[in-house]
């Protein structure tokens, strides 16, 4: 049947019957693409929503308006139904403007989900033996081992050339820095991949997975495996493309471990082709590509001809010789070839670029630039070669780009995703302890810097990072077009999503939010608060470039507090440093992105994810599990808890990529935190002295938002995804919702006793009879609870209606008089902070019971808050530009803003727009 042509309505319900006369609802959802119809598109995955109800899980089959479309699901309703899929679309040489994914169903149940034909012309075949695994694309095959050191044994094209194999992971390290050049007793070790498993994902038609897991293993000397590594390898059908997900966990010690280099490795066949018809492509800045020929034949003092020079410039085969001026011909003898050629990126601003013959003999400069596109290209008119990228490079710095032996009968490529060029990656602690060696002189030390200071706390090890790496083959030297057009692919991989009214309407990313511009019932003047969101997104896109939050490590955060005396945020003062996700700036991005589809807040967002979940969360050791609060160093603060690691910021990623498996792995490792707080205990330092309290799985003494909130989230995502432990998820929510409404004080309680084994509540050792406690602070529910929770009762609306009640009642009275404060719990809850952040409970809470008379203090707190971490209307909303001998660099000055204060307004503003 002809489908209805969707103009802008973005869903669209129809009610056909189909072939076997079932009366199917049918859900036609649009997708577009995030930055405009991309030049090419290497195959793409992407996620859709669904409302509850809709679609059965097996009995519905997704089909797309313009060809194949592998489709899965990775998340479901409580009902059964589906709640999201992933989709992935084959790469295509004609991307369209976007996409018709038709959901059909349900049909009778019986029909297994998604066991569709597929035309055998476009898709992948996979093949698995007990030593590797094999994926043809139909424009590639490439073979990954299961065991040994070469992660990728080769990558054939479709005329059978190899074009890259011997794909392995390179590392180096040192057990010393030569601080003052001191380099005796220093041992240096290099490392190999050394590959524990394989696995390919199980459907693999339009789309493959395959995924290799290891170890870094030193190819001399006795340094211990480590750096434990996950790669994942994306193949597409008919695609010439492969993108992998490189991720390490870092599992050194930091006084004893320096990366001194981290890299991936590719050899490239290059034996039978002329030195004169190989060519080493480079990307540079704004689109331009670095033309070498291993052996150049132009600009010699005799020509061989326009023909043969054009030839080489344009990366085609030259001219048979007999063709060439012989004055060149003869000579060529005379010509260096070069072997070996080197970008280094040290950092934001700039990179060098040299090159030599060979080993031993001198490197010659080539003129450089700024910001590399981080992708290389070596091969041969004839026999083929292959482009590696890095997304990101500049931004990841130090970073570089290495091709050797190119005049050799196998060259290779080199991406450093660590330069071994940089001075080597020192993760020690930036001071000594300055003494602080009990709780008190630690506690006291808060007090001026604002850190929270512990020995052995301020461990890097078990963080982890993930890069991003494209792998392109071709059976002979493509055009430098195609190439740029490549490097921009690598660095803004398209992105395929669903408009934002269609994810809104199915409600699976919560209640609190809308889409800009929708009609509201609110009397408060929204224009100029979507204008202040629109200022701070600004904000913060430019303060990331103008203060070069850049580096391997950095990339993806911004900072928290800003010193006006110096005209600098405080990347050097104790807790005002890194702002690893306090008070949520993640979902103030991600929500103003799921209301507006702006690109530009997508990649800011994307960028948070790949830095909060890998380099501030733990995913070895103690604290696997645990997030570090704000400070210097990403991982240095004492402070170890669920609230920074909560998968609720990672969650609209998560889904919207289509279930990107990285992010997956971060959601289970959020479940382990329950086992970390048997090992770390919060509030070991401002414990009342008079409760002597052993953590117990049983009974751990937990605040619901800083400790469980990030717990409850994970549990529900795995709820959701019916992941391995998802009964024992659902089970222990459901547990919560039932028993925590007990404590006679609900929410308000604060802390109290989790039962990690059951989910259950008990009421808080400081009163067992559950007579009533108060425990309010102004950061529990600073850190994505009512997003949460929300999420829950989305998901779940059947659950316990006293729970609910308990959350409502939280979110009333934060904010209320002292007085009914004290009417209902007997005393008030003293002074309390973030009025404006907290001005968003006050609106969820009129929301849903519907009381306009609250609509008003929602918005009073709002906008009329006078504390410290607040914005208000009376702010100046512009910046100030400082030069000249004032500042280092020109910077844009917004000395009012601090990122507590733009994350909670901007979070605050955006659900008082929608539910009010
Ligand atoms: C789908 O069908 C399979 C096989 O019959 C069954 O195991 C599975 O539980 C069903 N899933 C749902 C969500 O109904
Ligand atoms: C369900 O539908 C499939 C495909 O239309 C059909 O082959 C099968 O017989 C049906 N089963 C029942 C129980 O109606
Ligand atoms: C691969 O090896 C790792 C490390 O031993 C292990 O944790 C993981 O479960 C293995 N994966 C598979 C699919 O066997
Ligand atoms: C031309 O190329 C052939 C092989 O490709 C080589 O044998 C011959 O020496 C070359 N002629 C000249 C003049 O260099
Ligand atoms: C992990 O926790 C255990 C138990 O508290 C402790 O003995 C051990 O020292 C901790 N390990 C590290 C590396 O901190
Ligand atoms: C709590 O209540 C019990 C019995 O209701 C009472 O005996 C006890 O004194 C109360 N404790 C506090 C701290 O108020
Ligand atoms: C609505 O909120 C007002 C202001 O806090 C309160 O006095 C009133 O009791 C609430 N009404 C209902 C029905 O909850």
Redesign the pocket.
Known sequence: MAWPVLASASLVVINFKDAEGCDCPNTAVKVNWLEGTPKTSTGTTFGLPWARGKHL??ATSFTSSSGELQSWITA?WPD?TIKWTGHAIAASESTTDGYTITASGPGNGTT?HFKRQYSNSSTIQTTESSDEVSVNTGKITASFAKSGSTVVSSIKTSNGKTVGQNGRLVLKSQSGIADEGDASGIEYFNFVSKIYNATVSEESKIRALVTVQGVHHAEAGSHKDWLPFTLRFYLYANSDAIRTVHTIIYDGDAKSDFISGLGIRFDVPLAGEELFDRHVRIAGTDGGILHEAVQGITGLRRDPGEAVRTAQYNGEKTPANSTWDTKTSTRLQWVPTWNDYRLTQLSADGFNLKKRTKEGQSWLKIPGGTRAGGLAYLGGATVGGLAVGLRDFWKKYPTSLDISNAASDEGSITIWLYSPSAEPMDLRPYHDGLGEDTYEKQLDALQITYEDYEERYNTPYGIARTNEVFIYAFDSTPTAETLSTLTDHTNEPPVLFAEPEYIKETRALGSYWNVKGAPSNSSTDTASIESHLDFLIEFYRNQIEQRRWYGFWDHGDIMHGYDTDRHQWKYDIGGYAWDNSELSPDLFFWNQFLRTGRADVYRLAEAQVRHGGEVDSYHLGNFTGLGTRHGVQHWGDSSKQGRISTPVYRKPFYYLSGGDERTGDLVHEALKAEQAWVLVDARRKVRDPGVVYKPDPTALYLNFGTDWAGVAAAQLLEWERRGPRWEEARDKLLETAKTFPKLKFGFVTGEALYNSEDGSWAPPPTDPNNNGTITVSHLSSVFGVLETLDQLFEHYPEISKAFVDAWLDYCYYYGASKAEQAARYGTDFGKLNLRQGHSRLTAYVANKRNNATLVQRAWDEFLSDSNADELSPEDPWTTVKFNGSKVLTPVDEADWITTNAAALYGLAGIELIALT
């Open positions: 899980a097996n479901f059964g297994p």
